[in-house]
């Protein structure tokens, strides 16, 4: 069987999550660097898609403002990424490489402005923009032609900005954060093994959590502005990659990754003293059992956090049309994070199909584009949790993603 690269056969490895699971963004492939050779890669890729629904204020706004549209709009603004590689083969048992990625964000724009007895005036927003970039050093040892061991730092750096506002976010109306960018060092480590006669590679990649201190500026509805330093820990993760041929023209390939974002929280010091504020009036109260659950419920609340692991998979067979021409078609599948729906989580993971096309113009270099189609799960509305947005449903769930890749062996 003629030894196929299961990177120059998966044009499709734009594999960005759209919000489904936490802030996952990239899946952070070490594809790249187990290349053969001495091999380079660049990698563009375009996210669009729809996600909206209905504000869950419906009687509300209709009784107090006359309003009749509860349309949300598209949460969901294009998103244009980057990704590249260089692996080095400096002799037959060592290989260095550098990776960049852009792990983790969310990119989110929400303005209701319906129109009632105000006019159009804006009702309730919330715009998010957390962003990541990872550079990502490599050196592996090959003992046999089959096994390689590799391992390295990952220089991360971490950013953003967040705003709320609408009476829907109740004490937090008007918070605004503001995130510095961020450097940290994590670590990851790996080991693959292969048979090239058979095109069979496997795969396994461990990434530390990393800890950033952002300095951040906040500005709270009643305190105004705090300065001080926000703890953002990104999380750890495992990618389990594997390819097999099954006959002459055609092999299957699969990836599964885990994602430790149940451990991921966001809790800067000016939001803190909001919920401690709120918590200090309601003991003022006469205590009930509704007032006793609420401050426990609220002691607990955190700007951002997940309640369960992210699991995402896909699965996919690869065909060579000729010798210069290879297809491919694959599924895939994500599990969310299981918070209940808010405007920071309007989605719970997704399935989706994708397929691709490389096309070798030089026996040493490629050019690969792939489409994903994404069908989103809807988040569960949870009454007993408290939340910091109003949406209820999402009526459209989609996205498609689109990407190019260029790749050069030497």
């Not at 792990?103 to 009702?123: A, V």
């Not at 705090?226 to 041929?245: A, H």
């Not at 099954?246 to 699969?254: D, E, R, T």
């Not at 599924?331 to 918070?339: I, V």
Request: hydrophobic fraction near 35%; proline fraction near 5%.
């Amino acid at each position: 069987m003629k030894p196929v690269s299961l990177l120059a056969l998966l044009p499709l490895c734009i594999a960005y999550h759209v919000q489904a699971a936490a802030l996952e963004r990239s899946g952070q492939s070490t594809l790249a660097f187990l290349e053969p050779n001495n091999y380079t890669e660049f990698n563009i890729g375009v996210i669009t898609g729809n996600l909206s629904g209905e504000n869950s204020n419906k009687q509300e706004l209709s009784q107090a403002l006359n309003v009749t549209d509860f349309s949300t709009g598209n949460l969901l603004e294009d998103f244009h990424f980057i990704q590249s590689a260089i692996k080095l083969q400096l002799n037959p048992q060592i290989s260095v490489g550098l990776l960049f990625d852009q792990p983790f964000g969310i990119k989110l724009d929400y303005d209701y402005s319906p129109e009632s007895i105000l006019g159009n005036e804006q009702l309730e927003a919330i715009n998010i923009h957390l962003k990541s970039q990872n550079i990502t050093g490599l050196i592996g040892y090959q003992p046999t032609p089959r096994w390689n061991i590799y391992g390295g730092l990952a220089y991360q750096t971490f950013s953003g900005d967040l705003y709320l506002f609408g009476q829907s976010f109740y004490f937090f109306n008007g918070y605004n954060i503001s995130l510095k960018n961020d450097p940290a060092l994590g670590w990851l480590g790996g080991v693959s093994y292969q048979i090239p006669e058979i095109a069979l590679k496997a795969n396994l990649t461990y990434r530390s959590k990393i800890k950033h201190n952002n300095q951040s500026i906040e500005y709270t509805p009643n305190d105004g502005i705090v300065n001080s330093r926000t703890e953002i820990i990104t999380p750890q993760s495992v990618n389990f990659d594997f390819m097999s041929g099954v006959s002459a023209h055609n092999l299957v390939y699969g990836s599964l990754r885990w994602v430790n974002w149940s451990s991921f929280k966001m809790k800067p010091n000016g939001f803190n003293q909001i919920i401690q504020n709120t918590i200090n009036d309601f003991k003022a109260l006469p205590s009930t059992p509704e007032i006793s659950n609420f401050i426990q419920s609220l002691s607990n609340f955190n700007l951002i956090d997940y309640q369960s692991d992210q699991w995402s998979a896909k699965i996919g067979v690869a065909h060579q049309v000729n010798d210069r021409t290879f297809a491919s078609l694959e599924a895939l599948w994500d599990s969310g994070s299981d918070n209940p729906a808010s405007t920071i989580n309007p989605a719970n993971g997704y399935n989706g199909l994708g397929t691709g096309l490389r096309y070798q113009f030089t026996p040493k270099s490629f050019i690969a584009g792939g489409v994903y189609y994404l069908k989103f799960k809807p988040s569960q509305e949870n009454k007993n949790s408290i939340s910091v947005s109003s949406i209820s449903t999402l009526d459209d769930r989609t996205a498609w993603a689109y990407g190019l890749k260029i790749g050069h062996y030497f």
